[in-house]
């Protein structure tokens, strides 16, 4: 495919993707879904759909230096990145609540469920095992070992070493490992890979959905400081990086790409969540996982022109 044909499969993909998660913005905003809905769905896709995807993708797929490059490029990216915004924070964001909430929405990525659904609609399921090893093995690990330690240092708050593995070893997770070393000599009967592929092609749709669903707060102008800068860091500057580090770690191009798009994902939805849990501003973390989730609707497009 010519560049002016990638460009408008593209267009085509993050318009098929924001119309499903317009759909999941009416569904919350006319009262067809409420909270106690959206949950379930979130849980129905983390829990049951999405290992199912996970583990097709990385079905017969061997262990590679590639995997492993990806999740140092991932880690060093991370780390670059929260040691760097910790810093200047510390120095001009005083509200202690408000500092953790931009850290966390700079750093943390919707690699999972825009990620996934963005990717497998573009490169299909030869992206998918790239997609997957940026976002179990490097970015959510991350999420929930340093950043769930950080959040607990800069709230003063204590959390046990059982409670974060717990969190770490998650459905997905569990379902790239086994997918990883299930023996290649192994061909699973055609109606269970059949049931198998029913239940991962439905969570793409169900993701943009629930994407949706979530992102029914509009912006204020009091929060746009903090989500222009959250946004250029998360939409502009990490791909940019992201891209010198895997040339610089010698990754082939095609998993370059994929990656790039992982890193220039909006901010994570479970911001959010993790605002609830430990007392942040919630709701400037739903500004920012809001308003940072429009503007890929316009960044996605042209870091994919970019590549190109």
């Known amino acids: 495919m010519d560049k002016s044909g990638n460009a408008a499969f593209m ?7 924001f119309l499903l998660i317009i759909i999941g913005m009416i569904s919350r905003l006319v009262g067809f879904v409420g909270d106690e809905d959206s949950r379930i769905f979130s849980k129905l896709v983390f829990n049951i759909t999405l290992p199912f995807l996970v583990f097709l993708a990385m079905f017969h797929q061997h262990p590679s230096i590639v995997y492993f490059k990806i999740t140092i490029a991932v880690w060093i990216l991370l780390l670059l990145f929260t040691g760097v915004i910790y810093y200047i924070t510390g120095r001009l964001i005083k509200d202690k609540k408000r500092r953790a909430v931009f850290i966390l929405t700079s750093v943390g990525g919707n690699t999972a469920f825009l990620g996934y659904a963005v990717i497998h609609s573009l490169a299909g399921d030869k992206g998918m095992p790239v997609a997957v090893v940026y976002d179990q093995l490097g970015s959510s690990i991350f999420i929930y070992t340093v950043i769930v330690l ?11 070493f059982k409670g974060m593995v717990k969190n770490v070893f998650t459905p997905p997770l569990t379902a790239l490992f086994i997918g990883l070393v299930f023996p290649s000599s192994i061909r699973l009967p055609g109606f269970i890979m059949d ?6 092609n439905i969570t793409t749709p ?6 949706g669903m979530n992102l029914t707060k509009p912006v204020r102008l009091h929060t746009l400081p903090f989500l222009s800068c959250a946004s250029i860091i998360k939409l502009a500057v ?20 994929i990656m790039v798009l992982q890193s220039a994902m909006p901010a994570m939805m479970t911001s959010v969540v993790f605002a609830h849990v430990y007392d942040l501003d919630e709701s400037l973390a739903a500004q920012i996982v ?19």
């Open 206 to 211: 169900l993701m943009m959905l629930v994407v």
């Open 11 to 17: 267009n085509e993909t993050i318009l098929e993707a």
């Open 195 to 200: 049931a198998f592929n029913m239940i991962a």
């Open 290 to 308: 809001f308003g940072s989730t429009f503007i890929s609707f316009f960044s996605l497009q042209f870091i994919w022109k970019m590549l190109a």
């Open 238 to 257: 990490m791909p940019g990086v992201m891209y010198l580090l895997a040339i610089i770690m010698s990754i082939p191009n095609f998993p370059m790409k």
């Open 150 to 160: 950080l959040l607990s240092h800069i709230t003063n708050r204590s959390i046990s």
